[in-house]
């Protein structure tokens, strides 16, 4: 249960595997309750104004910020779409919804400091996932969040702006948080001394493969 999760029934589309490289290369048991990680998981952002960058971000930075915003898009589709097409049960459902809502709010936060620097957040791609039973949905969405964490920590060096560092931070420490909390789900271990950072050639292993059209 604790071995590398395979992600071989995801797929997007509208993403070409060159503008995935270039982006990926810029940096990159059961619950109690819900209840008892609502504190753990329930904020979306550290600190609302660390988006007060300016106009004129780096280039760098909106690719970085770009990329972070489809895999939160990514992620924000997966829980609204599990929750209207998986069976879940009763926790699951509740844990969907309490992360789907913080994955939007990601979605929104990146937006928002994309515009501010001058760029155009990118059209939401088209996604495929492979619904079926709770233990499914479980064990893609610990996919799904450790691999976000691992590129956000994979893109930190890279980032030019420290308003930009900060909100990514911000992000980064909800998904780990995500993360455990699926983990607990799953009964697996959230006890790792260190949370790895994925290069280029890991991000693109995890998911490039996945994408419709490379």
């Known amino acids: 249960m604790g071995g590398r999760i395979d992600m071989s029934g995801v797929a997007i589309e509208g993403m070409s595997r060159s503008a995935f490289m270039l982006r990926a290369a810029l940096g990159v048991g059961t619950l109690a309750g819900v209840g008892a990680v609502q504190s753990f998981v329930s904020t979306a952002f550290a600190q609302d104004e660390v988006v007060s960058v300016r106009p004129g971000g780096s280039r760098v930075d909106l690719e970085?910020?770009?990329?972070?915003?489809?895999l939160e898009l990514l992620e924000a589709e997966y829980y609204e779409r599990a929750l209207a097409e998986a069976t879940l049960s009763e926790s699951s459902r509740e844990l969907a919804q309490l992360i789907g809502e913080n994955e939007r709010q990601h979605v929104e936060k990146l937006k928002t400091?994309?515009?501010v620097l001058g760029?155009?957040?990118?059209?939401?791609?088209?996604f495929k996932f492979p619904f079926?039973?709770?233990?499914?949905?479980?064990e893609l969405a610990e996919a799904l969040e450790d691999t976000g964490v691992g590129a956000y920590n994979g893109?930190?060096?890279s980032v030019e702006s420290l308003?930009?560092?900060a909100a990514a931070g911000g992000i980064v420490q909800v998904e780990a948080r995500h993360a455990a909390a699926v983990k607990m789900a799953r009964g697996v271990s959230v006890t790792p001394a260190f949370s790895k950072?994925?290069?280029?050639d890991e991000v693109f292993e995890a998911a490039g493969k996945y994408i419709k059209g490379s």
């Open 64 to 70: 970085i910020l770009q990329f972070a915003l489809t």
């Open 163 to 165: 308003p930009v560092l």
């Open 155 to 157: 893109a930190a060096p």
């Open 113 to 115: 400091v994309i515009d």
């Open 197 to 200: 950072a994925l290069d280029m």
């Open 119 to 126: 760029g155009k957040p990118t059209k939401p791609p088209k």
């Open 132 to 138: 079926s039973d709770d233990a499914a949905f479980l």
